[in-house]
């Protein structure tokens, strides 16, 4: 193991066992058997240690999605990402916190990979003609909306006791961004559902029917449909 590694593993055992959810840089290079100068010529301060060892603990997490196969139906893949997306929070409450807070300056990079990963679980549900709002937008619905609950149950479990709201939220959100089998829709809705399918299938089309240009005329007229006035 590197020096690099070994500082970030030990920042992750320290963090993961304070009260406080914070560490000192002092007590990592303890840990870590470096002197401080060392950690600051790795990572640059306290902010870039911090960065990097979220990285390493959500790492670990979005290992385990890189190799799941994917289910016959999307839908069970999305509910099963949230779900696992809460237990993560609950086992790894100073990590989580540390993701989302403000006090970092960029976004760590798991967080985009975390979102990239959702998106994709949405394409596939948008290419079957199940969404009701764009891919993109359904996504940053489903990640706020899992991220608040998770940060509820670890940061206030006296008011959220019961990790059952969870699952409650999910299924709200799932009706809200879904197109469900056997229930009616709007007018608008069916536009809108089938505006995202063919948003979702446009870079699939091989040989490309449109050149760059008509691509992103396509898209941007596709986008319209939701934002713009009532269909019905």
Known sequence: MDTKQAIIEAAAELLARSPSGDVSTRGVCEAAGVQQPVLYRLFGDK?????????????????TKRVAEKSADPLEDLRAGWDSHTAFALAH????????????????????????????????????????????????????????VALSLITRPALYPDAGLSTLVRDAIHHAILVEGGVDTSARDARVAAASTLLASLDGLTPAPFTPAESGLLEEWLERIPADGPFD
């Open 93 to 148: 409450p100073n990590a989580y916190k540390l993701m989302f807070a403000p006090t970092l300056r960029s976004a760590p990079e798991a967080a985009r990979e975390a979102m990239r990963i959702l998106r994709e679980v949405l394409e596939r549900l948008a290419a079957q003609g199940r969404l009701r709002v764009p891919a993109d937008d359904a996504a940053r619905m489903v990640m706020s909306a899992n991220t608040g």
């Open 47 to 63: 902010e870039g240690l911090l960065a990097a060892t979220v990285d390493h603990v959500w790492d670990q997490y979005l290992g």
